[in-house]
Every structure is written in structure tokens, then in C-alpha cells.
């Protein structure tokens, strides 16, 4: 099920690993100590970028499970770094990724890990029909 629209959701997961690994690489490298927490809150959201990717290429009942453990950990953080940066901004005196709900990512972060999912779900179900 890795053709039509779903590429572009591994697309996407592609380019914001990428993203995430560059900012978060080159904040901690040159700035660590202005705001270390969003640092390396950016940089575990590269790599739960990264891992996501895979396991959404991979199929398998076991990269299903890491698909789903990885993207609803992905989800809990933009929502709780989200709501945080929402409702005291000064806990994140530097955007993460994922501060107010990935604005500076065009609210993709918010967005990709639901579609993930309903892909992982619609994976199944088509893995179960066969």
C-alpha cells in the first residue's frame, strides 16, 4: 500500500526528519545552552521522526506495532509541548518543534502523526483482507 497518496505521507515524515535532525543538530552544536530542553526535545523528535519513517515503509506486524507505539508518542508530544507553549510560552523560551502545535512547520506536526495512523489502521485492514 506504499503507492498513491501514501507516499507522500513517507514523503513528508522524510523531509520533516531531515528538518528536525538540521535544526535540532545545529542548535545543540552551537547553542545548547540557551534553551536546552527545546533542543533536545527537537532532536527526540527527529528521531521519533526517523523511526516512524521506517516503520512505515517496513510492514510487518512488528513494525505496525513500533508504527503505532512511535506515532502516538509523536501525537502526545506535539499536543502536550503544544498546549505548554500555548498556555505559558516562557517554558520554551525556543521553539521545539512541535512548540504551538508545530507552527514554525506549517502545523504538519500536528497533522502527519493522525494520517499515520489512519494509513497504519487502513494497512491492516487490507493486510487481513488478503
Do not use: C, N
Amino acid at each position: 500500500m506504499k503507492k498513491g497518496p501514501w507516499i507522500i505521507l513517507i514523503i513528508f515524515y522524510v523531509i520533516l526528519t531531515v528538518a528536525a535532525l538540521g535544526r535540532s543538530g545545529f542548535q545543540l552544536a552551537t547553542k545548547f545552552s540557551d534553551a536546552p530542553v527545546a533542543y533536545l526535545l527537537s532532536a527526540l523528535s527527529a528521531v521519533i521522526y526517523a523511526v516512524a519513517t521506517v516503520s512505515l515503509i517496513r510492514s510487518g506486524r512488528a513494525w505496525d506495532t513500533v508504527g503505532w507505539a512511535t506515532l502516538s508518542i509523536e501525537f502526545a508530544g506535539v499536543i502536550v509541548i503544544g498546549s505548554l507553549s500555548v498556555l505559558d510560552p516562557t517554558l520554551f523560551p525556543h521553539d521545539t518543534v512541535w512548540s504551538f502545535f508545530g507552527r514554525g512547520y506549517l502545523f504538519i506536526p500536528l497533522v502527519l502523526p493522525a494520517v499515520g495512523m489512519f494509513y497504519l489502521y487502513r494497512r491492516a485492514s487490507k493486510e487481513k483482507r488478503s
